[in-house]
């Protein structure tokens, strides 16, 4: 038997419960629970609203797509959203906008759209239209002109791929939903900017930064910092002052030349050629 996947009934729930503003009265402003649909009635055959035991032959929501025939299980994929009207950061908002905001970020290609295989909609009420990724469809039943229909590829139903973000975002965009990324961002400032001037125990270990002055150990990143440009300096003035010495000496360095010299590693390094002359003056200084 077909059923509703668990990802579209998180996205019913998400839109019910911020679209809904009376759940207790049924308001034509609101969106209704019966207006929220994922599985189609018992008499319905083939498409997206269909598992595998009601697809029919040559499906489109199965055959032309991979992503859908690899996906294809008892799982419905596609949603339905009737009509609503709610205001919001000073403006009305209703089924004819939030359709086509959504359209919008299909054709942009936005990376949380990228699941949904089709939107068939009303920009005004009176005109239906179908934006469908694998533009192979460009029209609607009349049904549309009251609901909105989102198609999902049956991969990502099979998956269980999240499919909130986008509806989400279109509720924060509106100022129904605070925006959650805010916070968290604010947060992450927060971590960095403590982390740079006072440090934590996520920081490692302290350092002096004034080697001995006035300021407090600390394992921020600015302490760190000026630890570090204190043995820099230091390290600097170091090779100054040796960049001034002289370590040359000569008297030395023959010494320790002479050292390693012995009677026969001279005799072997003088060419045969001189080898005569060099007795012969050996000689002479011997017995003047």
């Known amino acids: 038997m077909t059923r509703a996947p668990e990802n579209l009934l998180t996205v019913r729930r998400l839109l019910l419960d911020h679209l809904d503003l009376d759940p207790d009265t049924s308001r034509s402003q609101d969106l209704e629970p019966a207006e929220v649909g994922i599985v189609g009635d018992s008499a319905h055959r083939g498409g997206y609203h269909c598992g595998s035991d009601r697809v ?46 959504c359209v919008a970020q299909c054709v942009a290609d936005t990376p949380d759209t990228r ?55 279109y509720l924060t965009t509106i100022g129904l939903l605070e925006d959650d990324m805010s916070a968290q961002a604010e947060s992450q400032i927060n971590s960095i900017f403590t982390g740079m001037f006072y440090g934590g125990s996520s920081m490692g270990r302290s350092v002096d930064p004034d080697a001995g002055g006035p300021a407090t150990a600390s ?15 230091a390290v ?30 001279i005799a072997a390094a003088i060419p045969p050629t001189m080898a005569q002359q060099v007795a012969d003056e050996l000689a002479r200084r011997l017995t003047a």
């Open 56 to 101: 029919v032959t040559n499906d489109y929501s199965v055959v032309e797509s991979p992503r859908d025939s690899s996906g294809l299980t008892l799982d419905a994929a596609a949603l339905d959203v009737g009509l609503f009207q709610v205001s919001a950061g000073g403006r009305t908002h209703d089924l004819r906008t939030f359709s086509t905001w």
């Open 115 to 169: 699941d949904i295989r089709e939107i068939i909609y009303s920009p005004d009420g009176a005109v239906v239209r179908r934006w469908d990724r694998l533009r192979r469809r460009s029209s609607g039943d009349d049904s549309h002109l009251w609901h909105t229909h989102f198609s999902f590829f049956r991969d990502s139903i099979k998956a269980n791929r999240d499919q909130t973000p986008l509806f989400r975002r």
């Open 219 to 233: 394992n921020s990143l600015v302490a760190k910092l000026d630890y570090t440009m204190q043995r820099l300096d």
């Open 236 to 265: 600097a003035a170091q090779l100054t002052a040796l960049s001034g010495r002289d370590f040359t000496d000569e008297q030395a360095i023959v010494a320790g030349v002479l050292a390693t010299l012995t009677p026969e590693k």
